[in-house]
Nanobody, 119 residues
Framework: QVQFVESGGGLVQSGGSLRLSCAAS????????MAWFRQAPGEQRDMVADINSDGSTNYADSVKGRFTISRDNTKNTVYLQMNSLKLEDTAVYYC?????????????WGQGTQVTVSS
């Protein structure tokens, strides 16, 4: 059974940085596209960034140039380095996975990690 465990969130001032981690289990990690999503209160869950098995990446326009997604296949872990944080980055952050040939991510989610950016 797939499991995602996110960590690294916290309270940070605007302009600060955080590094999130997500450990995945129950999948052959190296074969999966991994992604970070976030959900602010009252909002839908949106994708922030993804990284394919070949290391290629995609970012939402709102985080381009500020966030960097990376992966370590030896640790079954995906990371999100977040720099120049803004108030609007405040949300619960989740990771998920999909096989490259499937459009949908998995139905199960972890508990997420809260990121709060203060002024």
């Amino acid at each position: 059974q797939v499991q995602f465990v996110e960590s690294g969130g916290g309270l940070v001032q605007s302009g600060g940085s955080l590094r999130l981690s997500c450990a995945a289990s129950g999948i052959v990690f190296s074969r999966y596209t991994m992604a970070w999503f976030r959900q602010a209160p009252g909002e839908q869950r949106d994708m922030v960034a993804d990284i394919n098995s070949d290391g290629s990446t995609n970012y939402a326009d709102s985080v381009k140039g500020r966030f960097t997604i990376s992966r370590d296949n030896t640790k079954n872990t995906v990371y999100l380095q977040m720099n120049s944080l803004k108030l609007e980055d405040t949300a619960v952050y989740y990771c998920n996975a999909r096989l490259y040939y499937r459009p949908s991510y998995m139905g199960s989610w972890g508990q997420g990690t809260q990121v709060t950016v203060s002024s």
